[in-house]
């Protein structure tokens, strides 16, 4: 209990937090966030890392000289590119042995098929929409593998989305994090952070629900 506490402690004071890091690791900083980007989008394990949160605020941090924004920029594209195409591979590896029996208990093969049609159709906007989205990230890329969307067409979308996000947040930071509205109100600015990104996933999620509710009533 007292993990989560902390790490939640961590996640909205990531503006006191930081700095110690920094200053603690000097040039290893680099690295601690480089992987905290990696695993947020390539291990489906770690789906609760604070990415967006975490680029504002190095973006704020490398406005005042404490990091590099170029060295951001470029290290941390490569990590959210890199981070995508691991999570990729693992889900095309594993999906043909989970969808391996045409009558699984828990998975059937018409869902990959399913999954598969809906990526080749949807995939784009998906994995780049989802690069916005907590949580949804992490498992986009996942099931994209297991759906097996081609990856010369993913690969596309996965750079364009990982740069997109990364600059947005990274660079929000640099240019806003220190104005003096943001800068004292830097807790409540993450949390709204937080709200607006998964917005759209409480969003989808409760179109889908009305939609199915239609349905049913119709039928």
Known sequence: MDIIIYF?????????????IIKSFGIW???????VIFCET???VTPILPGDSLLFALGSLAALCALDIEILLISLCIAAVAGDTVNYAIGHFIGPKVFHYEDGRFFKKEYLIKAH?????????????????????????????????????????NIAGG??????FLLGGYYFGNI????NNFTI???????????????????????????????
């Open 42 to 44: 390539g291990l489906v």
């Open 29 to 35: 900083a680099y690295v601690i966030v480089f992987l």
């Open 8 to 20: 939640i402690d961590f996640f909205i004071h990531l503006d006191k937090y930081m700095p110690v």
């Open 163 to 168: 740069i997109a996000w990364i600059c947005t």
């Open 180 to 183: 003096p509205a943001v800068k």
């Open 189 to 219: 600015v993450i949390v709204v952070i937080v709200i607006i990104s998964v917005l759209p996933g409480f969003i989808e999620y409760w179109r889908q629900r009305r939609i199915t509710g239609l349905q049913k009533s119709d039928s």
């Open 117 to 157: 049609q809906f990526y080749e159709k949807h995939g784009g906007k998906t994995i780049i929409i989802a690069r916005f989205m907590p949580i949804i990230r992490t498992f986009a890329p996942f099931v994209a593998g297991i759906g097996a969307m081609t990856y010369s067409k993913f690969i596309l979308y």
